[in-house]
């Protein structure tokens, strides 16, 4: 009832320049939703930079699932063929069909993964294990907030209904789940060879699957080096 209310008189929309996600003109919440509903987006365009800078394996088959999931989105929405609400709302969209909402399901595929990869790929090898479950849970907590956030987004400005953001929800925790042990169990142990290739050493891609938390390996590599170098320097001074 109150989304034919919303439909019968519809408020003046604006979109956000170059991204074309509209919003109610004056509506400050629509607003703040709008950009929220560009996070999808920047995760694509953040994958692609840690890509072209870190060059590693697991980084590159996590961005091929979110690709694999895109491609299923667009399948599904071309069979299904389920109308957005709205008919007419919005008049910058690429595509009229809404089942399922591709922004839901990209972004619960990406929340899924990274919860199995926090959980089940990354173990501390230090004795801060307390420390390391915390950030590991509130990092867990932000993103469920980032999901949520996302998917009431598109239904908030009118892009879906709340079948077809579910519905994407969970399209994208299962393929997100199915594609991360589908990395772990098949691709990650042809990874060293993926990376011995002429043609991997050349682009400098590289294998992390055997060091179990990358983040505190490059701290701990990074920071030694750089000690060593100042020392080196020190001893030239002198």
């Known amino acids: ?17 170059l991204t074309h996600v509209e919003f109610p003109e ?41 690709i694999l ?13 389920e109308p957005r609400p709205c008919a007419g709302t919005h008049s910058t ?3 009229d069909y809404g089942m399922p909402s591709s922004h839901s399901q990209l972004i619960w595929f990406f929340v899924v993964y990274f919860f199995l990869f926090l959980y089940l790929r990354m173990h501390q090898t230090n004795n801060a294990r307390c420390v390391d479950l915390l950030w590991r849970h ?30 994407g929800g969970v399209t994208g925790c299962t393929i997100g789940i199915v594609w991360f042990f589908f990395t772990q169990e098949v691709l990650t142990p042809l990874f060293p060879k993926i990376a011995a290739w002429p043609i991997s050493e050349y682009f400098l891609v590289r294998d992390t699957s055997l060091i ?9 590599v990074t920071r030694s080096e750089a000690r ?7 001893t030239k001074l002198q």
């Not at 939703?33 to 920047?42: G, M, T, V």
């Not at 179990?212 to 701990?220: A, K, R, V």
């Open 93 to 95: 969209l690429h595509t």
């Open 1 to 17: 009832m109150a989304l034919e209310e919303q439909c019968s008189a519809p408020p003046q929309w604006r979109s956000i320049s």
């Open 228 to 234: 060593n170098r100042q020392r080196k320097l020190g």
């Open 212 to 220: 179990p938390n990358i983040l505190w390996f490059e701290y701990t």
């Open 69 to 81: 999931n895109e491609g299923v989105n667009w399948l599904l929405k071309n069979i299904l063929r």
């Open 26 to 66: 004056g509506d400050l919440t629509g607003n703040v939703l709008a950009y929220i509903s560009l996070l999808p987006i920047a995760i694509l365009v953040g994958f692609v930079t840690l890509i072209v800078f870190k060059r590693e394996l697991h980084t590159i088959s996590f961005f091929g699932g979110l």
């Open 138 to 167: 509130i990092l867990s907590i932000i993103l469920l907030g980032v999901a949520f956030s996302v998917s009431y987004s598109r239904v908030y400005l009118l892009y879906h209904t709340w079948s077809q953001v579910f519905y």
